[in-house]
T-cell receptor, first 114, second 112 residues
């Protein structure tokens, strides 16, 4: 158990809908990272938050947004969903803003868009 | 642009048959190279971080090494429970802040 909790584990929704994925980082970790994993692309970095503020952006679509709350949990919002958004979404956390030590990953949310 | 390439894509070994997985990278300003293990449907599990060329780290049957252009994950006398996808990632202080840039992984199957 990495200590990073993601909910829900599975999500099935229709095209055009909006969903929210939730992540609780390990106790004491201030950084939260979101990654998307699809079969053909591998793990793609989406966005990082550190202590409530956006720290870095990767290949995140404009239809996607995220935030980190004062209690340090984070939510990833995906809107106007398309079939191609079906993937595993992982959250990871680390202690500081610079991830030069290990990041711990949650078990992921499997999103299926039908 | 930072690039991470892992080879082979898939590897099948007999139990006890040692081998190596390769991770070659092109980054500007490498801050660290990471190895993770991922089981099907699970999140990546941290194995090692390497920071500079010549560095080596070991954990049970696994040993990771780093040069200026690539890293190797050596698996000595593997067991079936070592079957998983092994992911390599680099951290560079470049366009995506300090997030990890992952390769596509090597899928390892160890048969009894």
């Amino acid at each position: 158990d990495s200590g990073v909790t993601q909910t829900p584990k599975h999500l099935i929704t229709a095209t055009g809908q909006r969903v929210t994925l939730r992540c609780s980082p390990r106790s004491g970790d201030l950084s939260v990272y979101w990654y998307q994993q699809s079969l053909d692309q591998g793990l793609q970095f989406l966005i990082q938050y550190y202590n409530g503020e956006e720290r870095a952006k990767g290949n995140i679509l404009e239809r996607f947004s995220a935030q980190q709350f004062p209690d340090l949990h984070s939510e990833l919002n995906l809107s106007s969903l398309e079939l191609g958004d079906s993937a595993l979404y992982f959250c990871a956390s680390s202690t500081g803003p610079l991830i030069n030590t290990e990041a711990f990953f949650g078990q992921g949310t499997r999103l299926t868009v039908v | 642009e930072d690039q991470v390439t892992q080879s082979p894509e898939a590897l099948r070994l007999q139990e006890g048959e040692s081998s190596s997985l390769n991770c070659s990278y092109t980054v500007s300003g490498l801050r660290g190279l990471f190895w993770y293990r991922q089981d099907p449907g699970k999140g990546p599990e941290f194995l090692f971080t390497l920071y500079s060329a010549g560095e080596e780290k070991e954990k049970e049957r696994l040993k990771a090494t780093l040069t200026k252009k690539e890293s190797f994950l050596h698996i000595t006398a593997p067991k079936p429970e070592d079957s998983a996808t092994y992911l390599c990632a680099v951290q560079a202080g470049s366009n995506s802040g300090y997030a990890l840039n992952f390769g596509k992984g090597t899928s390892l199957l160890v048969t009894p």
